[in-house]
T-cell receptor, first 112, second 117 residues
Framework: RKEVEQDPGPFNVPEGATVAFNCTYSNSASQSFFWYRQDCRKEPKLLMSVYSSGNEDGRFTAQLNRASQYISLLIRDSKLSDSATYLCVVNIGNNQGGKLIFGQGTELSVKP | GAVVSQHPSRVICKSGTSVKIECRSLDFQATTMFWYRQFPKQSLMLMATSNEGSKATYEQGVEKDKFLINHASLTLSTLTVTSAHPEDSSFYIC?????????????FGSGTRLTVV
């Protein structure tokens, strides 16, 4: 079983749609959680951290459920510029010795 | 903000030769650097973790004699792909963790696209 699993995608949605991505992780020792965005042939960039209390950044809302080891990302009012691959990322280990493990990514394509 | 410079961005080499990729933290000290590999349509796979001044820790299935990692200073780590073969063609990305940032300050390089012909 992969350590971090995501919806396979791709997601093709019209502009303005709301889209949700799901992710599960297997290592209960995971310490922190993130969503990254990766554009084609570029390095991944941090979109947002994910907290148990849930957090929102503009049109993006992330949620973490530690009990079920589940992470989600909701994008509201999607824009053409949101088209990218979204990577669910888990930090396994503590602050000093942790490492980032990436999910396989979910491709999003927003159409006019 | 923190910047990691990775070079070269693109390299084409002949089968059997070695290629060195550099990852440099420009404005912070990176105690730990990570090397990832990404094949088309796949996610980033962690290859190894390197701590300044000590041997790298390789993930299962990654050959340490083929992928040589050196982290001689707090600002520079190198990955050398030795005796490269076409199956080593991939996108290699480094990431550095800022020693002075408590909140998981990971910064990524811009990646190196390696093509072995």
């Amino acid at each position: 079983r992969k350590e971090v699993e995501q919806d396979p995608g791709p997601f093709n949605v019209p502009e303005g749609a709301t889209v949700a991505f799901n992710c599960t992780y297997s290592n209960s020792a995971s310490q922190s959680f993130f969503w990254y965005r990766q554009d084609c042939r570029k390095e991944p960039k941090l979109l947002m951290s994910v907290y148990s209390s849930g957090n929102e950044d503009g049109r993006f809302t992330a949620q973490l459920n530690r009990a079920s080891q589940y992470i989600s990302l909701l994008i509201r009012d999607s824009k053409l510029s949101d088209s990218a691959t979204y990577l669910c990322v888990v930090n396994i280990g503590n602050n000093q010795g942790g490492k980032l493990i990436f999910g396989q990514g979910t491709e999003l394509s927003v159409k006019p | 903000g923190a910047v990691v410079s990775q070079h070269p961005s693109r390299v084409i080499c002949k089968s059997g030769t070695s290629v060195k990729i550099e990852c440099r933290s420009l404005d912070f000290q990176a105690t730990t650097m990570f090397w990832y590999r990404q094949f088309p349509k796949q996610s980033l796979m962690l290859m190894a973790t390197s701590n300044e001044g000590s041997k790298a820790t390789y993930e299962q299935g990654v050959e340490k004699d083929k992928f040589l990692i050196n982290h001689a200073s707090l600002t520079l780590s190198t990955l050398t792909v030795t005796s490269a073969h076409p199956e080593d063609s991939s996108f290699y990305i480094c990431s550095a963790r800022d020693r002075d940032t408590l909140n998981y300050g990971y910064t990524f390089g811009s990646g190196t696209r390696l093509t072995v012909v």
